[in-house]
């Protein structure tokens, strides 16, 4: 065993790191399977290459990997940008709370219904198999499997921009055991000896099937940061009733649960930051392991509330938000509006994959009243055209809109200060709230409307989301 720490330890300073690894895990591989031949060790060849990963990526460089807004199209207008997105948005919710009273009466398998969610408005670019495959995937915060489309696909697959990954075509394809930690199978069944774990993914708008699967899994935007890791449990999909994936592949999910990167990368933590909406030429930026690191006397760091236990709630990254403030006002916002209850419903949670903040009804007419009351032009309905509730009209669909004050987010221990173009929206003569009414009863969402132009740290280790303001086309 200490030579192949020392092999892991070795590898971080030589130039061709990640190809010296590869050699690490084959010899690490070896000797899994010389240890498994003895009669008295047990353990499962799965669990096995899962501890690989997590070596392989706590060793390791830190992975880069550039984000491409969905909407980023000059093309599409601020006011069909958020319609789309609101679009979304409400499928997401409406799966979420729909799960929530499902999991509240016990009539739904958390086993076999994990958190998966239509929409997602950032495209991460990764690779599967060897040789490697280049397929685009909404990056996900709210929800954890990894996978994408694989050949053959009937009529029942949505279309994608890239080819289909086919596992036949690659040397490093395999299938997970029903008996994996990892297994999505239905709990308390014997699964059969050799048996492939078949699964069937619910989201807003429609559902997902397959067969779970390991692959190699290549991450990073250049060559120099790219990394290999072996033995990625996914989502092999064969079949989907749905049709709206907006140019990517599949999903990448970067949720709490173990199935997500960042839990079988073991990376500790990882950061992105979103450049702004009106930047339609930057790539934002997410990063994984050692890079993922705030530093400078602005960063400001908050706990995450302990999720409940109970999936599909169990994979949301949630925070105290304790109050907001309008310039220097203090908005007068019930102090237990953004609480998760005992059953597991309410709080706040933070998402890449939803576009608008939503907030519980308490909030959001402080918020709206506030907004309101410092605009002095006219309003108007933009619901139509964008969704949105509150509205003004600009003199002209080239009229700059009137200075409006921060808005700050108080959360516990840290204030997260949004300034105008954060919290406000404008496009087609209109200059609306870029928020909404959460009024079905669930849980309420940072957007990541409401996050651009800030570097957002998970560090899933220490439980904490620390934040900056940044330019985050120069990351």
């Known amino acids: ?7 892991f330890s070795s590898s971080r300073q030589l130039p061709n790191k990640h190809w010296h690894k590869m050699a690490c895990f084959d010899q690490l591989l070896r000797a899994a399977a010389a240890w498994m031949s003895l009669p008295s060790q047990m353990a499962s060849l799965t669990v096995i290459i899962f501890l690989v990963c997590a070596t392989l990526a706590s060793g390791a460089d830190s992975v880069r990997v550039g984000l ?8 599409v207008t601020a006011s069909q940008f958020v319609r789309d997105a609101l679009r979304r948005d409400m499928h ?3 799966a979420r709370f729909g ?29 599967i198999g060897t040789p490697p495959l280049v397929y685009p995937a909404i990056a996900d915060t709210g929800s954890d499997l990894i996978w994408t489309q694989c050949a053959p696909c009937g009529k029942q697959c949505f279309k994608q921009p890239v080819p289909l990954y086919n596992p036949s075509s690659s040397t490093t394809f395999g299938m997970l055991p029903c008996n994996s930690s990892l297994s999505m199978c239905a709990a308390g069944a014997t699964p059969p000896a050799g048996c492939a774990c078949m699964y069937n993914q619910t989201y807003g708008t429609g559902w997902t099937a397959g067969v779970q699967s390991t692959e190699t899994f290549t991450f990073g935007s250049a060559p120099v940061d790219q990394a290999r890791v072996p033995g990625i449990a996914f989502g092999c999909s064969n079949a989907s009733s749905s049709n709206d994936w907006n140019g990517s592949a599949g999903l990448v999910g970067l949720g709490r649960g173990s199935l997500s990167l960042v839990s079988q990368l ?3 933590r990882f950061s992105y930051c979103l450049t702004p909406f009106q930047d339609t030429n930057s790539t934002s930026t997410l990063l994984l392991g050692l890079s993922a690191a705030l530093n400078g006397t602005g960063v400001r760091s908050t706990p995450f509330v302990a999720s409940p236990a109970k999936a599909p709630r169990s994979t949301y990254y949630y925070l105290n938000l304790t109050g907001i403030s309008l310039g220097t006002t203090a908005l007068p916002v019930p102090s237990n509006a953004f609480s998760l209850k005992a ?21 959001y007419q402080q918020v709206r009243v506030a907004v309101k009351s410092l605009v002095t032009l006219p309003t108007t309905d933009g619901s139509d055209e964008t969704g949105l509730d509150l509205c003004f009209a600009l003199p002209s669909s080239t009229s700059a809109p009137p200075a409006m004050p921060s808005m700050t987010l108080h959360f516990d221990g840290a204030d997260m200060v949004l300034l105008a173009d954060s919290y406000m929206i404008s496009g087609s003569g209109l200059w609306c709230l870029a928020m909404v009414n959460q009024t079905n009863g669930g849980m309420s969402t940072l957007g990541n409307y409401q996050q651009q132009n800030m570097h957002i740290l998970y560090d899933v280790r220490k439980e904490t989301l620390s934040f900056v303001p940044a330019k985050c086309s120069t990351l």
């Not at 065993?1 to 092999?7: F, G, P, R």
């Open 266 to 268: 073991g990376a500790g």
């Open 92 to 94: 997401r919710h409406a």
């Open 1 to 7: 065993m200490a030579e192949l720490q020392n092999c």
């Open 68 to 75: 491409t807004r969905i909407h980023s199209d000059p093309g």
């Open 343 to 363: 059953d597991g419903t309410g709080g706040l949670i933070i998402d890449s994959g939803t576009t608008i903040t939503s907030l519980v009804d308490a909030a």
């Open 99 to 127: 799960r929530e009273l499902a999991a509240s009466d016990g009539s739904v398998s958390a086993q076999t219904r994990l958190d998966l969610l239509n929409g997602g408005e950032y495209l991460m670019t990764l690779a």
